[in-house]
């Protein structure tokens, strides 16, 4: 069923939806070696950006947990890489990214100009993100939900010209302009993890379930890298997060427990939200591996849940 579908939902489904991504800040690198530089700094290939096409990785503490989730993008015109990150950590990332700057031809500082990350959902956002000419904003194409996206840092002003491009080309696309919290229900049915609240500092990207979209397992050495190729070798993490649809109509709150048999405590609730499908809800949950699998079934908040897949969670609450 789909009798709760919103219009930003909807939007996202068949056309597209476009929102600011409140609380990111703006990094730019800059120097001859700035690509193989930062190369070695994250998870993702920097290698394969380019000025259509920008890429979502991490920045790895080297045990290998997570530091923070980025977006890189190129900006050809300015000979440059702007890295779009948490602006609570902004400072620490970039003395940490610092102190592995050496000989090489490379600096990194924050963006000399203030920028506005936008994010844009669905199947026609490669339609709205073709955009050249007078557009200032860098990014480009980007699908962290599978159904089409991109990504655009654009500069702040409200009346930048970009801005007014962007939103243009979106309305004109049958898309919708919305809150970042319109977002939610569709990232959780989609399984897309939020840096601090789904996962955060402790975590290793298997944990996160990041190793599929925001890790690289072919390109060259990078800070951590070791302690994650272990990990997907031999894949002992210990916990790990999934995707629940929970039969009942009321989320269940961030940290409620989730139970399995005889009533053992096997994890928490990192985000949840209300479904599209009628009379149930969907949840982000860190658990112990061993119940990670789909088909799995738990208790949460006294009602019964079931592990799936993301997309088939989104396809359920589509139909």
């Not at 002003?157 to 919708?176: F, I, K, Q, W, Y």
Request: proline share 4%; hydrophobic share 40%; net charge negative.
């Amino acid at each position: 069923m789909s009798t709760r579908l919103t219009a930003p939902l909807r939007a996202a489904r068949e056309s597209v939806l476009a929102f600011v991504h409140k609380g990111l800040a703006v990094i730019e690198v800059t120097g001859t070696d700035r690509v193989t530089w930062l190369n070695g700094l994250v998870t993702c290939d920097v290698t394969k950006c380019d000025s259509r096409r920008p890429s979502y990785g991490l920045v790895l503490q080297r045990t290998g947990r997570i530091m923070a989730d980025v977006v890189v993008g190129v900006d050809e015109v300015r000979e440059r890489l702007l890295m779009a990150v948490p602006s609570s950590l902004e400072s620490a990332l970039l003395a940490h990214m610092e102190h592995y700057l050496v000989m090489e031809q490379a600096e990194i500082r924050t963006a000399e100009e203030r920028f506005t990350a936008w994010a844009l959902h669905g199947p026609r956002s490669a339609q709205v993100g073709e955009m050249r000419g007078s557009f200032d904003g860098v990014g480009g194409l980007l699908d962290r939900i599978g159904i089409g996206g991109a990504f655009f840092m654009v500069p702040e002003a409200e009346d930048h010209p970009s801005r007014t491009e962007l939103e243009r080309r979106v309305l004109e696309n049958g898309g919708a302009i919305a809150d970042e919290t319109d977002w939610e229900p569709l990232r959780i049915e989609r399984g897309v993890a939020r840096f601090g609240i789904d996962f955060d500092e402790t975590t290793y990207p298997q944990e996160a379930s990041l190793e599929t979209s925001a890790v690289s397992f072919d390109k060259g050495c990078y800070l951590g890298q070791e302690v994650v190729c272990m990990l997907e070798r031999r894949g002992h993490v210990k916990r790990k997060l999934v995707s629940l649809v929970v039969d009942s109509s009321l989320p269940p709150p961030r940290g409620t427990e989730v139970f399995g048999a005889e009533g053992a405590a096997w994890g928490i609730v990192t985000s949840s939200a209300v479904s599209s499908m009628e009379g149930r809800s969907v949840a982000l949950a860190m658990v112990k591996r061993a119940h990670a699998e789909v088909g799995t079934q738990l208790t949460v908040a006294g009602a019964p849940a079931t592990v799936v897949t993301p997309s088939a969670t989104a396809t359920a609450a589509a139909g």
